[in-house]
């Protein structure tokens, strides 16, 4: 069983930045896939950006050349690094863990983009 947590959220004005982080209650080995998602009211969740155990990222359309994903392996965190924030930003942010078998979701932490 992992945990994972997020935090890192909050309120900030259009063109702003944000990091958000996420934390792995276990060293993650083997193939795995790490993922940050958003949900926003009255949509469905949608990937935001991912990172395999092999280093590939992949990133949704709307995010592109503005959020990266990385990772520091020895503190078990992902980042999200969040630049020219969009009010179509605004959404709850979710972290993901893939062990291809099994997958663990965070709670969310609160993103609002608005002046």
């Known amino acids: 069983q992992v945990q994972l947590v997020e935090s890192g959220g909050g309120l900030v004005q259009p063109g702003g930045s944000l990091r958000l982080s996420c934390a792995a209650s276990a060293t993650i080995v083997g193939i795995y896939t790490m993922g940050w998602y958003r949900q926003a009211p009255g949509k469905q969740r949608e990937s935001v950006a991912t990172?395999?155990?092999?280093?590939?990222?992949n990133y949704a359309d709307s995010v592109k050349g503005r959020f990266a994903i990385s990772r520091d392996n020895a503190k078990n965190l992902v980042y999200l690094q969040m630049n020219s924030l969009k009010p179509e930003d605004t959404a709850v942010y979710y972290c993901n863990l893939d062990l291809i078998r099994v997958g663990y979701w965070g709670q969310g932490t609160q993103v609002t983009v608005s002046s």
């Open positions: 990172l395999t155990s092999g280093g590939v990222t």
